[in-house]
Antibody
Framework: QLHLRQWGAGLLKPSETLSLTCGVY????????WSWIRQSPGKGLEWIGE???????RYNPSLESRVILSVDPSKKQFSLNLTSVTAADMGVYYC??????????WGRGILVTVSS | EVVLTQSPATLSMSPGERATLSCRAS??????LAWYQQKPGQTPRLLIY???TRATGVPARFSGSGSGTDFTLTISSLEPEDFAVYYC??????????FGGGTKVELK
């Protein structure tokens, strides 16, 4: 059964780069796209982007200029880098499996706080 | 982008009652709509995809309907574990994919 586990630093200063990684366990890494989604009280759920095992990416245009997605198929891991964070980037960041057009399962989420 | 508007924002219900949640899209998305359930402190759980197909393990009391711009999630008889926030999500032909703002089903 597919399971995602995510990790990374959750406390950042303004202008720093958010870096998160998600590991995929118990399933195929090449069969799906791998997504990042964030949730905040102000903006609700927001799709950030996704990547497949070959490195093909799709981004939300609203974040594309600051997002870098990468993948390491040998480790079955994918990563998110979000540059120049501000308070508006605070929230819970989830990795998720993109099954065709839907997301299942999701990682447990990491709370990201931006504070000087 | 396609804006999804969920209504009502809050639904106050009692166990055993029928709950009807609405999701309206600002432009047509065909049947490319999903519903998720999120309980406090938990991750969203896929309930319904392609507007009306239940995900694996989802009880039959959950049903989805609609196409184009108007969609409905119905919970036929609320169980205690169904009190949660429900989100719709579209992935039609106009990127990016988007989520609705959520409907909270709370205990009356």
């Amino acid at each position: 059964q597919l399971h995602l586990r995510q990790w990374g630093a959750g406390l950042l200063k303004p202008s720093e780069t958010l870096s998160l990684t998600c590991g995929v366990y118990g399933g195929s890494f090449s069969a799906y796209y791998w997504s990042w989604i964030r949730q905040s009280p102000g903006k609700g759920l927001e799709w950030i982007g996704e990547i497949n095992h070959s490195g093909n990416t799709r981004y939300n245009p609203s974040l594309e200029s600051r997002v870098i997605l990468s993948v390491d198929p040998s480790k079955k891991q994918f990563s998110l880098n979000l540059t120049s964070v501000t308070a508006a980037d605070m929230g819970v960041y989830y990795c998720a499996t993109a099954i065709v057009r839907w997301f299942d399962p999701w990682g447990r989420g990491i709370l990201v706080t931006v504070s000087s | 982008e396609v804006v999804l508007t969920q209504s009502p924002a809050t639904l106050s219900m009692s166990p055993g009652e029928r709950a009807t949640l609405s999701c309206r899209a600002s432009q047509g998305v065909g049947r490319y709509l999903a519903w998720y359930q999120q309980k406090p402190g938990q991750t969203p759980r896929l309930l319904i995809y392609d507007a009306s197909t239940r995900a694996t393990g989802v009880p039959a009391r959950f049903s989805g309907s609609g196409s184009g711009t108007d969609f409905t999630l119905t919970i036929s008889s609320l169980e205690p574990e169904d009190f949660a926030v429900y989100y719709c999500q579209q992935r039609g032909n106009v990127p990016p994919l988007t989520f609705g703002g959520g409907t909270k089903v709370e205990l009356k």
